[in-house]
């Protein structure tokens, strides 16, 4: 079954607007969730690292006040795009590991939110 | 030099044959390898990891070479529903990140 959450699955927006990806780890408890972008026919790019009860980390190039992530509990954490623009659309991708060892242990994905922005 | 490289493909494959890729990798330190299956606008999943004596998993065989730095998957009596792309993911470094993903080997499997 699913291991991770990841609402909403699509959603088209109007340029300016600001969007809310939620993505909730079931039945476990996740002090690190990874947020990641892909553009067509690319690879999956770590944007930022959610840590529970502190401050993401956030990749380089990547805009903290404009994908401001949240992980207020060890269940949930929210990426929001804020004024979003067409060149924010892409599939947006949570992932976290049941283990905690990163390292050796696989990632588990959210479903995935494929954001269009108009 | 790409951190993770592989060919894009696609990689057009009869049913009922066997198909194999490779991914290369640059850090010599890399620690852990996995095969992850991506469908068509759907997130992820993985479909093995990859350890250093080799492993199998039905009709999956991955396969690590430190030497030369790459791992492969290697698919036997291609089914229809492998149709899919497959990343390769490469760990190195220590902590909770450096995972590098590769863009994916795209793999069609015709009736």
């Known amino acids: 079954g699913a291991v991770v959450s990841q609402h909403p699955s699509w959603v088209i927006c109007k340029s300016g607007t600001s969007v809310k990806i939620e993505c909730r780890s079931l039945d476990f408890q996740a002090t690190t969730m990874f947020w990641y972008r892909q553009f067509p026919k690319q690879s999956l790019m770590l944007m930022a690292t959610?840590?529970?009860?502190?401050?993401?980390?956030?990749e380089q190039g990547v805009e903290k006040d404009k994908f401001l992530i949240n992980h207020a509990s060890l269940t949930l954490s929210t990426l929001t795009v804020t004024s979003a623009h067409p060149e924010d659309s892409s599939f947006y991708i949570c992932?976290?590991?049941?283990?905690?060892?990163?390292?050796?242990?696989?990632?588990?994905f959210g479903n995935g939110t494929r954001l269009t922005v108009t | 030099r790409k951190e993770v490289e592989q060919d894009p493909g696609p990689f057009n494959v009869p049913e009922g044959a066997t198909v194999a890729f490779n991914c290369t990798y640059s850090n010599s330190a890399s620690q852990s390898f996995f095969w992850y299956r991506q469908d068509c606008r759907k997130e992820p999943k993985l479909l093995m990891s990859?350890?250093?004596s080799g492993n199998e998993d039905g009709r999956f065989t991955a396969q690590l070479n430190r030497a030369s730095q790459y791992i492969s998957l290697l698919i036997r009596d291609s089914k229809l529903s492998d149709s899919a792309t497959y990343l390769c993911?490469?760990?190195?470094?220590?902590?909770?990140?450096?995972?590098?993903f590769g863009k994916g080997t795209h793999l069609i499997i015709q009736p």
């Open positions: 959610s840590n529970e009860g502190s401050k993401a980390t956030y």
């Open positions: 993911v490469v760990k190195s470094g220590g902590g909770a990140d450096g995972l590098t």
């Open positions: 992932s976290t590991s049941l283990s905690g060892n990163f390292g050796y242990s696989p990632l588990h």
């Open positions: 990859v350890y250093s």
